[in-house]
Each structure stands twice: as structure tokens, then as C-alpha cells.
């Protein structure tokens, strides 16, 4: 028997759109990242089954390309619990900071609170290259990233502010 509960990590991500393929990249790293590194995985494609119960155990979610706003009232409120009581971390990707009021859907103010107080304002629509700059190599996400990088043709956000004051930021991108 082992005496150690597994880690677990939890992908929310959306089945669909425009970023699908980055998505199911992702999915395929992670899954082999879990495999070798013994480690659950576990899925959801939106936030109908979660819940504070469905959440134990979790140490860990990555919100893969899915946004913040369309969540049912009891996953955002089991999320919130699940942050604010220091539960597990969290790491998101893409659409996960899309915030503001989308396809009838209002602001979740905590979850911008939570990414620094900032509101999406426009992205770059012709993809963009960009230079990531690592501001804290410390970090155990930023292990074993070299100081600086290039991302090739992405589409790049910007916000109404930085969120720098209210928040621990790991890198910066300069967009060209």
C-alpha cells in the first residue's frame, strides 16, 4: 500500500473553438508528464460537476483555455473556497484571464481580484511574435527556463491595468 496520497491535478479545459488543437497538445503533454512522473490527472470540459466535494484531493487546477465567466454558482463558489482556503494552486492558460462581461455573462469580480484587479481589453489579433522575460527564476514554475525566450505567432492580451501591485509576477512578454 502507499503510504503517500497520490497528487492530483485537475485540467479544466473547453472541447472546442479555435484553440482546440492547443488544447489537446496540452492534454497529451500532460498526460505523459503524469505517467512519468506519477501523478492523476483528472479532466473536465466545463465546471457542471464541480463542486467543493468534487474538488478535494485535487492539489493542484490548471484552467486550460477555459474562461472565467459561465461558471456555475456552485463551481465558482467552490473554487473560490478552494483558493481562498489554500487548497491547492492553480495555474492558467489563455482564455483563463479573459475577463469582463462575454456572450451575456458578468464579471466574476473575485476571480479578478484573484488575477490582480484587471479587466481584459483588446489581444492582438494578427499573431503576434513575443519576447517572455522571466522575472522570477526562484519560482518552481519557472524551473529551468532560460532568463528570456521567444514565443513565435501568438495571440497575445492586454488589460485595462497591470496587475503587478497586486500580484507576484513571475515573467513579462514584449510583443512585436
Known sequence: ??????????VLYEN?????QFSKAVLKWLHEQAHMHNFVLGEVQNTDK?????????RLIIQLDYPPYGWNPAAAAAFEKYIDKG?????????????????????????SAFMGGIKFKSYIADFADGQVKVEDQQHPVMKGLPS?????????????????PNVHVLATVNEA
Request: glycine fraction near 12%; charge should be negative; charged fraction near 15%.
Open 1 to 10: 500500500t502507499q503510504s503517500k496520497q497520490a497528487f492530483k491535478a485537475l
Open 16 to 20: 472546442g473553438g479555435h484553440h482546440l
Open 87 to 111: 487548497k491547492g494552486g492553480w495555474v492558467g492558460f489563455h482564455h483563463a484571464t479573459l475577463l469582463g462581461e462575454f456572450d451575456g455573462y458578468p464579471m466574476w469580480n473575485w476571480f
Open 50 to 58: 464541480v463542486n467543493e466535494a468534487f474538488l478535494n484531493g485535487y
Open 148 to 164: 528570456s525566450f521567444n514565443i513565435a505567432q501568438e495571440e497575445w492580451y492586454t488589460y485595462d491595468k497591470s496587475p503587478r
